[in-house]
């Protein structure tokens, strides 16, 4: 695709739900990045894909945010038992290089609302 | 404190205003400092990005860095309607793995 791609657009989920969020990235972009944006607040980082291997997931909240990219290509992340607070829009970003955040391009996010 | 502070307005000017956009950053490491656009309901997107200290201009935009006071500013000439959109400054940490990104300011550009 031309661009990072992130589904679905919206999500709404009643607390306690299991949600699965999917990003595709750019074709053959090796890097892939995970950000919280909450309402009035810049994207917070959550996690690193270089290829399969997340190298970096300092920023995960809690043991209930879990994020794979099993062939280094599409990268779930994936939210247990939601509560009010992952009230927020979840961005995807991708780069070609190796930990080259400067050049990464994101997507247009997922709005997620636990009710 | 956060590592990088922003005001989030909102900033109202009139079309064809200079408009001057903030960011104060406490990390002394940090070595590139960078400027994205997010529109409404999107995702942001790189408008530029500066090496160390001194000035960056690209077309309407500058950007500065003064490394000493720890003070990045976006200046927008001849601001647009089409420019209203929340400005978020951001640096990337050392490993070049993840950015830290400021509130956003949300700047509106009336006609």
């Known amino acids: 695709g031309a661009g990072v791609s992130q589904s679905p657009r919206y999500k709404v989920a009643k607390r306690g739900q299991d949600v699965a969020l999917r990003c595709d990235p750019i074709s053959g972009h090796v890097s892939l990045f995970w950000y919280q944006q909450a309402l009035g607040q810049g994207p917070e980082f959550l996690t690193y894909f270089q290829n399969e291997a997340q190298l970096d997931k300092s920023g995960l909240p809690s043991d209930r945010f879990f994020a794979e990219r099993p062939e280094g290509s599409v990268s779930t992340l994936k939210i247990q038992r939601t509560q009010q607070e992952d009230s927020a829009v979840y961005l995807c970003a991708s780069s070609l290089g190796a930990g080259s955040t400067t050049e990464a391009f994101f997507g247009q996010g997922t709005r997620l609302t636990v009710v | 404190q956060k590592e990088v502070e922003q005001d989030p307005g909102p900033l109202s000017v009139p079309e064809g205003a200079i408009v001057s956009l903030n960011c104060t950053y406490s990390n002394s490491a940090f070595q590139y400092f960078m400027w994205y656009r997010q529109y409404s309901r999107k995702g942001p997107e790189l408008l530029m990005y500066t090496y160390s200290s001194g000035n960056k ?49 949300r700047l509106l550009v009336s006609p």
């Open chain 2, 57 to 105: 201009e690209d077309g309407r935009f500058t950007a500065q860095v003064d490394k000493s006071s720890k003070y990045i500013s976006l200046f927008i000439r001849d601001s647009q309607p089409s420019d209203s959109a929340t400005y978020l400054c951001a640096n990337p940490n050392t490993g070049f793995q993840k950015l830290v990104f400021g509130t956003g300011t």
